[in-house]
């Protein structure tokens, strides 16, 4: 089976960085997604890492180690809008996602 | 172009009863995808649907089946609903090609009474 584990909350202040990290259990591991969840929303596809490493899409990081089976999405310059529930999601080869059960981010000003 | 859109967007069932979802994927893709999500939780994987057969299914009964249409379009069926079903089911679409990056739909809020 699978199982992610990550923080259930998280708070920061406008305008600083936060990390929030995701340890998984997986076989078949094929890649890790994050996924941003605002309240009575659909889930939006943030970020994608199959490979070890840092991957860049503007104010939001993600990270990958597959030895270690931990990664990270990194928010830089916050904003009151990015609070919201952020998901990391791992998939196997066959296209399945399994998610973990998010981390709330509060951003206050 | 109009993403993943999902109907109806709430419903009330009584326990017992049967429920059908419908999900129409974004323009362009191909496989359709079903969860769960409890208040809460993360989405749990329901099953996943391409070329009109199920690919792969996670933990749930067969209480719950699906369909998908030769225009790619998919229903959710659950019978004998249960207050435990009583959860937002989200349908999630991409292009069989694509690597990642699923678009998800905004939801059905299912409420069993």
């Known amino acids: 089976g699978q199982s992610l584990e990550q923080p259930s909350e998280v708070t920061a202040v406008e305008g600083a960085i936060v990390q929030i990290n995701c340890t998984y259990q997986t076989s078949g591991f094929y890649g890790l997604s994050w996924y941003q969840q605002h309240d009575g929303g659909a889930p939006t596809f943030l970020s994608y890492n199959a490979l070890d490493g840092l991957e860049e899409t503007g104010r939001f990081s993600s990270f990958l180690s597959r030895s270690d089976s931990y990664g990270y999405l990194l928010l830089q310059e916050l904003q009151m809008k990015d609070s919201a529930s952020y998901f990391c999601a791992v998939r196997d080869r066959g296209g399945k996602s399994t998610f973990g059960d998010g981390t709330t981010l509060t951003v206050k000003p | 172009d109009a993403g993943v859109t999902q109907s109806p967007t709430h419903l009330i069932k009584t326990r017992g009863q049967q429920v059908t979802l419908r999900c129409s994927p974004k323009?362009?893709?191909?496989?359709v995808s079903w969860y769960q999500q409890a208040l809460g939780q993360g989405p749990q994987f329901i099953f996943q649907?391409?070329?009109?057969?199920?690919?792969q299914r996670g933990n749930f009964p067969d209480r719950f089946s699906g369909h998908q249409f030769p225009n790619y379009s998919s229903e959710l069926n659950v019978n004998a609903l249960l207050l435990g079903d009583s959860a937002l089911y989200l349908c999630?679409?991409?292009?069989?090609?694509?690597?990642?990056?699923?678009?998800f739909g905004s939801g059905t809020r299912l409420t069993v009474v």
């Open positions: 999630a679409s991409r292009w069989s090609e694509a690597v990642y990056g699923y678009t």
């Open positions: 649907y391409y070329e009109e057969e199920e690919r």
């Open positions: 323009s362009g893709h191909d496989t």
